[in-house]
């Protein structure tokens, strides 16, 4: 009775961007050990992931969707002259920004569990 509503859009689509905020910080993290490391390039979410997912979502086939994958950032610069190219200004804006989408979705979540769990038992919400 409770597996439709957890393989409902909202629960499989919020899953796949909590998965893909909890990669991206694992680069972020490495790209930030990284920064000072010769030859090292930043890492980040796989640019194509935000459209797959959207197409997929669109198509309501979210089960088939993409995971979220680390690919070498092609849009960084190299701003060192041994090759580094990590900012250490940007992975902390990236830092704070994948941390906010995370508590959102988050939150996302545990609304629609406690509604569930209201929904269950009978308490009314005022």
Known sequence: MVDPIFSSDIYQLAGKLMDASVLRQ????????????????RMDLAPDFASQLKASAESGSL?????????????????????????????????????????????IVSTNIKQLKMAISGQIST
């Open 26 to 41: 694992d680069a972020i993290a490495a790209n930030l050990a990284n920064a000072e490391t010769p030859g090292y390039h």
């Open 63 to 107: 089960a088939d969707a993409p995971k979220p994958t680390l690919v070498e950032d092609p849009n960084a610069r190299a701003i060192r002259a041994d090759g580094n190219n990590v900012e250490i200004e940007h992975e902390l804006l990236a830092m704070n920004q994948s941390s906010v989408e995370y508590e959102y979705l988050t939150n």
